[in-house]
């Protein structure tokens, strides 16, 4: 029996969700940020101005994924890139293809909002993931190189 | 003998110059862009506003070398990630060290202007040029997964 | 009998068009600008990721005025405003309804996309301006003072 | 005597001096805004991203006054204006020189990031905000207008 995924933009009124399921995202990758932070994501979130921008997975009006997205500028097009930061699914509601439909909905945005590209990166032994992914297309042959970078006291 | 690179600002005057070494970039990576990419790259790198910047290496006057970077927001840190979109340094001009003397620069503007990462992809069989990214740090063992968006007719 | 004035986005293949109207309305401000500026202007006003766009007023496919507006922040609202910087008919083509369709299509783009206001500045004795502008509302009350800044050379 | 006033850029830990103040100037100007907008003003101007800013006057290490602007690109200039939206001091602080100190500032900081112009609104009859501004130069002789713009339900 399949389960009815809805996808929409996140509002105000989702805060207790979202960071919810933003400390279960949080506690899988076994980071701790400090409440500043979390309270200026969602700030980005919510904000109309800020290039930063939140769906929801819904069932039965209950939120339990979203993907998070940052688009900017870029070199090689006109179009902007969408940078997909974040994707994650509460773990209790996995296999019914919230996920997936988290991706396709931005790829639908995409071809509305005409970026040139959807790109993101996963760990190249996070299995589980990987699976999904695999679905839209493999891996690109791109390694990541980062840098943090520690102000000066 | 050490050949001494410096690192500052792109500026309008260096038009041409850009010009040739972007055709190089691009011709290395056998990618060839409509001219109204490469104007629209051209107008974000100058406009001051723009989050797209371009940092030159020279020697002797000469721009031999350029680095161009994306700064935005992010959701795991308040201040902001530099993405390097583009680096190359003219082929000629290669093993002198100006291609570390362009990522030692964005790593100091980074320090300067409290950027939480500087980040980077490249190929996973470009043997070259992670020779000279290795120096810094090795790649952090994340992939990446890219869809380009068709935009409807 | 009325004459049917049609606005649409702005597109590439108008520069030619919008390049006449730009130095004639600069024309009408007794402006003179240097090209790099006017370059710079046509790139922001295409690019789509830069807030800065331009709405163009058409008869019979021809491009007859245009509005360019900024869209920001601030800091009494959450949603953003839209800073209407230029609004400009061909002299030609002035009495047919080309300027209210301008301001009468931003106030229908500001509903759809959610601004919090549209404003605009005009010279107190530019009276022409002024009797197409009281057809929305009356000037609010505010003047405006304004520094130039020139940098340190 | 003269108390000497320093200006600095705000920091998170203002956050209680800068929502006393922020209180006083809306009560100053009669208006009540949701706390939704409060909260999220204070995150864009804590956010190094967003082109909102504030600076902050403080006297013996207590701010008794601030500055918001934002940054943003215009169709005249290749640099971009500074749009000054907010500026108070505290009432009990007035007549030392802050209001003036943080005109000052802003002025030095547009000189030293290029900025083309400072430029803000005051109501015609606010006699008493204009014996400041008139010290840097008189009202420019433009008048605002300004349409609110109401979401359909």
Redesign the interface.
């Known amino acids: 029996m399949s389960v009815p995924v809805t996808i929409r933009d996140i509002r105000?009124a989702d805060h207790a969700a979202w960071l919810t399921l933003w400390q279960g995202y949080l506690t899988f990758y076994k980071?701790s940020?400090p409440d500043?932070?979390t309270?200026?994501?969602w700030?980005?979130?919510?904000?109309?101005?800020?290039?930063?921008f939140t769906r929801v997975a819904t069932i039965d009006d209950a939120v339990i994924g979203f993907s998070?997205c940052?688009?900017?500028?870029?070199?090689?097009?006109?179009?902007?890139a969408c940078?997909l930061?974040?994707l994650y699914v509460d773990e209790t509601r996995r296999g019914i293809g919230a996920g997936r439909a988290l991706i396709d909905d931005l790829?639908a945005m995409?071809?509305r909002d005409?970026?040139?590209?959807?790109?993101?990166?996963?760990?190249?032994?996070n299995a589980t993931a990987r699976r999904l992914?695999d679905h839209?297309?493999p891996?690109?042959?791109?390694?990541?190189?980062?840098?943090?970078?520690?102000?000066?006291q």
Chains 1, 2, 3, 4 share one sequence.
């Open positions: 105000p980071v940020l500043s932070v309270a200026m994501t700030a980005r979130i919510i904000d109309p101005v800020c290039p930063v998070t940052i688009i900017h500028p870029r070199t090689w097009a006109v179009e902007p940078y930061e974040d790829l995409g071809r005409r970026w040139t590209c959807l790109y993101w990166h996963t760990n190249a032994d992914y839209f297309a891996a690109d042959g791109f390694v990541r190189y980062r840098l943090a970078i520690t102000a000066p």
